[in-house]
């Protein structure tokens, strides 16, 4: 007996609270001959309305007023970005900090081995 898994189409990378467009999507939205209007009327599932709207860079709160968004993808990508910018701001913090400690370890090599800092090599 097989059960059937839901499968969830994924959520596109967030940056600066918008979603990461793809330049194909939108090429072809643009060019193709079709736009938003006759897309509405079709008959697609909601998932892929919903990931549609991600793949030509709607905006993280636009995105989430759309009738075919669900709570449970609007909280997830609210999560992503917040955890984003989050992830970032650690990352950041790391790269201050191990630029901190090069800059010491630098001048007590300096001061130990009695060198110049020219004679150091990258």
Same mark, same amino acid.
């Given at each position: ?7 969830? $189409? ?50 993280? %709160?636009?995105?989430?007023? $759309? ?19 989050? $992830? ?18 630098? %001048? ?11 004679? $150091?090599?990258?």
């Amino acid at each position: 007996m097989s059960e059937e898994i839901e499968k969830k $189409l994924p959520i596109q990378p967030i940056v600066d609270n918008r979603f990461v467009e793809n330049k194909i999507v939108s090429y072809l939205l643009d060019k193709g001959g079709i736009d938003m209007n006759k897309l509405a009327i079709m008959d697609f599932p909601n998932d892929d309305r919903s990931q549609f709207a991600q793949l030509i860079g709607y905006s993280v %709160s636009g995105w989430s007023t $759309l009738s075919y968004v669900s709570d449970e993808e609007y909280n997830t990508a609210t999560t992503i970005s917040y955890e984003n910018a989050e $992830l970032e701001a650690r990352n950041q913090a790391l790269r201050d900090t191990l630029d901190e400690l090069r800059t010491s370890i630098k %001048s007590a090599a300096l001061t130990l081995f009695k060198i110049h800092e020219d004679d $150091l090599t990258s």
